[in-house]
């Protein structure tokens, strides 16, 4: 099994950067896929960016451009570098790891962006 813990959110003013961490221990090496995943209140969870074991990166058309997924080489942590915030990216921020077709959560890290 997994186990993900998120860190570095916070609440900053609207084009203001946050950079999220995701630590990941116990399979390491046996996750087949990462990402990221946000749930802005009222709304249903949705996929933010992902990155593959080959380093191949797939995100959301809202923050493309703007958000950038990453892993350290020993992939025991992931990172989510987001630039340009705007309020519409308030959301608690989920780290997500896959082995196969089984999914594994991290608790989630609040992100608060003002006007």
């Known amino acids: 099994q997994v186990q993900l813990v998120e860190s570095g959110g916070g609440s900053v003013q609207a084009g203001g950067s946050l950079r999220l961490s995701c630590a990941v221990s116990g399979n390491i090496f046996s996750i087949t896929a990462m990402g990221w995943y946000r749930q802005g209140p009222g709304k249903q969870r949705e996929l933010v960016a992902t990155i593959t074991n080959d380093g191949t990166t797939n995100y959301a058309d809202s923050v493309r451009g703007r958000f950038t997924i990453s892993r350290t080489n020993a992939k025991n942590t992931m990172y989510l570098q987001m630039n340009s915030l705007k309020p519409e990216d308030t959301a608690v921020y989920y780290c997500?790891?896959?082995?196969?077709?089984?999914?594994?959560w991290g608790q989630g890290t609040q992100v608060t962006v003002s006007s």
């Open positions: 997500k790891g896959q082995i196969y077709a089984t999914v594994y």
